[in-house]
């Protein structure tokens, strides 16, 4: 079937399928099943198929530029292309086309990865459903009733989906890691500053960072030395060379110190469907030879409404720009700027970015700046000595991604703070900068549960290790959702 971007690349180095037929599929797909689920709301069919003849040229003459070569990839609707539009599936954007391409969409050029269309996603990546959407809602492929999280639900749903073998999010609270845990694939974060923010529509500028969705960790290790590395048009990219630790996972699990907060297992928010497949897969791994502790992150607590105070103040910052006077949609028949203004954005932005505006001008306003943003700040503070503390007693963290399975469509959407606490668990990588990743690792009532797992900033190579090696004992990202890909 060829669904796998390690299928795809064996295929393609033992010559049994070419980049064209691999692309020719992933757009025929993007057109069927990524279009009924809401996933995919643009292709790039002509250059994408021009692309995919130089890819099979650079294989005939010996000359293959990396495992990505000759590959189908979708974008989220974020991340910006030159010559292509880029909506964050937003009005305000709308007939936008980007210069430019940002520099996770030039790393994949020069690995030979073949762009096929874009995904849907939340609002400018404000939501958890991918509800929040000027096309619609994006659905699950496991129960197209469901949710397929978000804000990069639509990645998610086309990876779930076999559109492609693997798509690019954006994570800035857990947008990577939730609709990866609701599709049943792998969804990483990676260390904040890993992968350049150029190119990538702001949302938070401290929190947001790019990330994968695969089937294996292993082919998240692939999609990560592709994309990685310093980029001095990124003030917060590290300065730090190319990641390339794919080649050392061993998948060696023993010894391995996993520290299982206590915090994420006690209160009502955890269901039982959640909560037994992640103890399953703890003991798991422990019967794998690694070793559980019990550890503390005594904030947890206080992480969301600090990730809300903190992402909303960097939104209402960030997303003054959009004023209908530099790019994007502008309010027809006005008399004068301050109406042009007012109506530009009124008229552009959903109901859920105007809210997030609203939080974050009102607590970076005089008067309320030292009572709520300082004080968050603080406290991101005090949640990054939370990890510091837990990583001297162990390797990584483990625990569930998501309270609960994925929810149906609509039942959330009108109560903005229910969605916002399902956030407890992924909000903190953001807040650390730490890399983290979202496993399948069971089901529950028919749809999938993920695993996620947390490591120190910068120490992909343990993360990525320990996720391959509970997938090198598990079938969990092997299941796919019925009705999709049989007859492939």
């Known amino acids: 079937m060829m669904d796998t971007l390690e299928e795809q690349r064996a295929g393609l180095d033992l010559g049994e399928v070419s980049a064209r037929e691999l692309v020719e599929r992933a757009l025929g797909r993007a057109e069927g099943i990524g279009a009924e689920l809401n996933a995919v709301v643009g292709v790039r069919a002509e250059a994408a198929l021009v692309e995919a003849e130089a890819s099979d040229a650079r294989r005939r003459e010996g000359s293959v530029l990396s495992p990505l070569d000759g590959t189908p990839v979708l974008l989220k609707d974020n991340i910006v292309m030159e010559g292509e539009p880029t909506t964050c599936a937003s009005k305000i954007l709308d007939g936008y086309h980007s210069p430019y391409d940002a520099t996770a969409v030039e790393r994949l050029r020069e690995a030979g990865a073949i762009v096929v269309g874009r995904t849907n996603m939340d609002e400018f990546a404000m939501g958890s459903s991918t509800e929040h959407s000027v096309f619609g809602p994006s659905r699950n492929p496991w129960d197209r009733s469901r949710s397929c999280g978000g804000s990069s639900g639509g990645s998610a ?46 949302f938070a500028s401290s929190l947001d960072q790019i990330g994968p969705f695969t089937r294996s960790a292993r082919e998240c290790a692939w999609v990560l030395e592709a994309l990685s590395g310093h980029d001095p048009r990124d003030s917060t990219s590290l300065p730090e060379p190319a990641w390339s630790g794919g080649a050392e996972l061993d998948e060696s699990i023993s010894g391995i110190r996993i520290g299982v907060p ?79 203004y007012r109506r530009s954005r009124s008229e552009g932005f959903g109901p859920e970015v105007k809210r997030r505006i609203l939080l974050g001008t009102y607590v970076l306003s005089a008067g309320y700046y030292d009572a709520y943003y300082k004080k968050a700040q603080q406290v991101r503070t005090l949640v990054r000595q939370d990890f510091d503390r837990a990583f001297e007693r162990c390797d990584v963290v483990a625990g569930p991604t998501y309270p609960q399975v994925a929810f149906p469509i609509g039942e959330k959407v009108d109560d903005p703070m229910r969605l916002y606490l399902g956030d407890v668990y992924t909000v903190s990588a953001n807040l650390a900068g730490l890399p983290g990743i979202s496993l399948p690792c069971g089901e529950a009532s028919g749809l999938p549960v993920g695993l996620q797992l947390m490591a120190p900033a910068l120490d992909e190579k343990t993360l990525l290790n320990v996720a391959s090696g509970f997938q090198g004992r598990t079938d969990h990202h092997l299941r796919r959702p019925g009705g999709v890909g049989e007859s492939e």
Do not use: W
């Not at 105070?309 to 939104?315: D, G, P, R, S």
């Not at 994007?328 to 028949?333: E, K, N, P």
């Open 157 to 202: 749903a086309a990876v779930s989906a076999g559109v492609t073998g693997y798509a690019l999010g954006s994570d800035t609270g857990g947008s990577v890691r939730q609709p990866g845990s609701f599709c049943g694939v792998v969804g990483m974060k990676p260390t904040y500053g890993r992968i350049s923010r150029f190119g990538l529509v702001a």
């Open 262 to 340: 206590r915090e994420y297992f006690q209160g009502e928010g955890l269901s039982a469907d959640v909560s037994e497949p992640v103890h399953e897969s703890l003991a798991d791994l422990e019967s794998a030879g690694a070793e559980l502790v019990e550890i503390d992150l005594p904030h947890t607590e206080h992480v969301v409404s600090t990730y809300y105070l903190i992402a909303t103040a960097e939104a209402s910052s960030n997303l003054a720009r959009y004023d209908g006077a530099r790019f994007g949609r502008r309010a027809a028949g006005v008399d004068n700027v301050d109406e042009m």
